[in-house]
């Protein structure tokens, strides 16, 4: 229903006034966004194989360094948009993020053979991007008119996503010509991007101050904004959406046995994502100011379940991986901005920066709860049951979501 | 505040001086490829001439070559030859050759003046590798990398070259399961570790599933594996057949460690070893009596131990520096 909903004629009929082009802060943004995620992904490709072959780790130790990831950032992407929001210089803030994760590559080449040395550089790297991510949301929806948020945060996460595709095969590339075992200089030139997407983020975003003197920003505020019109809801809304993705790691494993797809293949799953993901996030994001940011969203989770339906379903082979490949790169494009841009609706301008950090840390908390639900059900009733138990979730989840989001609009109307 | 035109240009500016370092960098740190021939080794395994001494083949900082299997003070032999993870028998030079960024592992099997007369191109990172004693069957596990059971997590392939048919299995998944008495496949199957018996069709291994680790007993020629009983990882057949040592889950939770211990086959009774520090290996047998194995130190460096296969006394240094042993006669 949703893919017919993608692929009517009118999408590309939008009228005049959405044909606006997309604020040049924005793209600026979506540069710097493209530009970082080149250099992050490049590290991320080859982390894994730095520490298992180069240091001679164990893939055990490798997934305790995993999760060191999500726990150092939660906290951090409060604090980054606190205290965006109390000074309002997110500019300023996102940029000590992006420098962060910069000087970040540099720790993992001074690191050497410490593990201590490279869980710290790892935890800045994350700690560099959780303090950036609110800010930098917040900024977008500054720099752009309410009923167009959708395509702002659509053509950022395209640019983003981009950055996302490119990094892998740029880190092979750095390999092949430096030599296959020559990871410093992969991360050397990973930490020469990042410092040019520091550059870009210096020259050509602008920060966007209120010209009226906003309330004023304090912890109570902060802590208030909770209570804030439609806050809880889009938190809520947030913190389910985190639950029902079980994880990439899952979904492409479970490809990759009912694909029957060698094992060296893997790396192309997550890149095919990132393809449909940079393909649709933009056109989402119109429809989604179209038709609706709720709406959207919803079919996104429609792609979600049958995401986890096709995992045990009967098709297999390469028709089962291409489809999911789409459906899943459909539920990010069809969710991730246009949560941001339902969140820019919502929250109030001098809280924008904390409330997008405190919904973000919502969905990552949720998501890391899910992660472990689905191991854990994995383990004990196996795939099977475990998918469909995610597919049942999901299926909640739109309903609920459906009463949330009417709920959150009603308490937007003027 | 600058014109457009003037932050282009900086940014411009910006991005050759990043480029120049990226340059620099590169060429100040690449080194030259490595020869891509196999160098000349004088012999992997120790001369033939008849003399009783018994001596390990091993890898010593990843390079294969060969020490003392009773003087931890003897002089060592070192080839040119890197290996992730090797195994002797029966002149059989069997090695897991080290992945870097782009070439997977394969495994060579060498004769013994280190020509590689068969390969076969893996997926993942080298774990286990077993020669039968015969020489003929040779058996890995490789750790798949992108894999990730959450908090446990890790998965596993493991295979056999028949070296006589040059008949390969890529995975012991693909061979009829029989759990705990019921047929059973799952998707979450992990092999590792297998030892064969004497006839080199019958063999052992470790079956994980369902957050246990079953000791199977597997036929070659049928495809099948049975559970034997639980918690039992990595088991190596002694010479008589009659047991095998093997590393045991501290309280079946890996994340307490391993316990090195032997079993009686005929009983399923097992014995704890009078190693008590956690040992991450698949053993060998040194004789019907002893058993060897390598221990990780702190600072990452392995060493080879002994100790005595009935319980009793005390773990004793075989070869300093080293891992992957297996006894070259």
């Not at chain 1, 990831?69 to 965006?84: D, E, K, S, W």
């Not at chain 1, 001098?350 to 472990?372: D, F, K, P």
């Not at chain 2, 001494?53 to 009773?70: D, E, P």
């Amino acid at each position: 229903m949703y893919l017919s909903t993608v692929s009517r004629p009118e999408v590309t009929e939008v009228p005049d006034r959405l044909k606006r082009r997309v604020s040049g802060n924005v793209i600026a943004l979506g540069a710097v966004s493209l530009i970082t995620d080149i250099s992050s992904e490049m590290v991320t490709a080859v982390l894994p194989l730095y520490l298992v072959v180069g240091l001679g780790m164990s893939p055990l130790a490798y997934g305790a360094i995993d999760g060191l990831y999500t726990g150092a950032t939660a906290l951090l992407r409060l604090v980054g948009g606190y205290v965006a929001d109390r000074t309002r210089r997110h500019k300023t803030v996102a940029g000590v993020g992006y420098g962060l994760a910069a000087l970040a590559k540099l720790g993992l080449i001074a690191a050497g053979n410490s593990l201590a040395g490279i869980g710290a550089a790892i935890t800045a790297d994350r700690a560099g991007k959780g303090l950036r991510t609110g800010p930098r949301d917040a900024l977008i929806t500054l720099s752009t008119p309410e009923d167009q948020l959708g395509r702002a945060f659509g053509v950022h996460r395209s640019m983003d996503a981009l950055g996302a595709f490119i990094g892998p095969l740029a880190a092979v590339g750095v390999l092949m010509w430096a030599g296959s075992q020559e990871f410093d200089a992969v991360f050397f030139i990973s930490f020469l991007v990042a410092a040019f997407g520091v550059v870009v983020l210096v020259l050509f975003v602008r920060d966007h101050r209120e010209k009226a003197k906003p309330k004023a920003v304090d912890i109570r505020a902060a802590l208030g904004l909770v209570r804030h019109k439609g806050v809880g809801a889009l938190l809520l809304a947030a913190s389910l959406l985190g639950l029902v993705v079980v994880g990439d790691g899952f979904v492409y494993l479970l490809l990759q046995k009912r694909g029957d797809l060698s094992m060296g293949w893997f790396p192309l799953l997550a890149v095919g994502t990132s393809l449909v993901y940079l393909l649709l996030a933009t056109p989402l994001g119109v429809l989604a100011d179209k038709i609706g940011r709720a709406k959207v969203m919803l079919g996104g989770y429609s792609a979600l379940a049958l995401v986890y339906l096709a995992l045990i379903g009967p098709i297999d082979g390469i028709a089962l991986i291409v489809l999911v490949l789409v459906l899943y790169g459909f539920f990010y494009a069809a969710t991730d901005g246009v949560l941001m841009a339902l969140a820019g609706r919502v929250l109030p301008k001098e809280l924008r920066a904390t409330g997008m950090a405190l919904v973000q840390t919502g969905q990552a908390l949720a998501y890391l709860g899910s992660s472990v639900l689905f191991g854990l059900s994995w383990q004990l009733w196996g795939p099977t049951a475990a998918c469909a138990a995610a597919g049942g979730a999901v299926a909640v989840t739109i309903v609920v979501t459906a009463l949330i989001f009417a709920r959150v609009n009603r308490s937007v109307q003027p | 505040m600058m014109t457009v035109k003037t932050r282009i240009l900086v940014a411009l500016a910006a991005a050759a001086l990043l480029v120049g370092a990226a340059v620099f960098y590169v060429a100040r740190t690449s080194t030259p490829p490595a020869a891509a021939q196999l160098p000349r080794m004088a012999s992997v395994a120790p001369p033939d001439d008849g003399v009783d001494r018994r001596s390990l083949q091993v890898l010593t900082n990843g390079v294969l070559g060969w020490a003392s299997a009773t003087d931890p003070h003897a002089p060592r032999g070192l080839s040119t030859v890197r290996c992730d993870r090797a195994y002797y028998a029966a002149r059989t030079v069997a090695c897991l050759r080290p992945v870097d960024a782009l070439v997977g592992t394969k495994l060579s099997l060498l004769d013994i003046k280190d020509n590689e007369i068969k390969s076969v191109p893996l997926t993942g990172f080298p774990n286990r590798l077993k020669v039968s004693a015969s020489g003929r069957m040779v058996s890995w596990t490789v750790f798949l990398d992108g894999h990730s059971y959450a908090t446990t997590g890790f998965s596993t392939q493991t295979g056999i070259l028949d070296t006589k048919t040059d008949a390969v299995v890529h995975s012991l998944e693909e061979f009829s399961a029989t759990v705990e008495g019921k047929p059973h496949q799952a998707v979450d199957f992990n092999y590792w570790g297998v030892t064969f018996t004497a006839d080199d069709n019958r063999f052992y291994a470790t079956l994980g599933t369902g957050g246990k680790r079953y000791l199977v007993e597997g036929d070659l020629s049928a495809r099948t594996v049975r559970t034997l009983t639980a918690n039992v990882e990595c088991p190596s057949l002694s010479p008589d057949g009659k047991r095998i040592a093997y590393k045991s889950a501290i309280d079946a939770d890996p994340k307490k460690g391993w316990r090195l211990s032997v079993m009686d086959l005929s009983t399923l009774s097992s014995t704890p070893l009078g190693e008590t520090r956690s040992v991450d290996d698949q053993a060998i047998w040194l004789d019907d009596a002893t058993v060897a194995y390598a221990l990780q130190r702190d600072d990452g460096v392995n060493d080879v131990w002994s100790i005595s296969a009935d319980g009793s006394g005390q773990p004793k240094l075989v070869v300093e520096g080293a891992n992957s042993p297996s006894l070259t006669h």
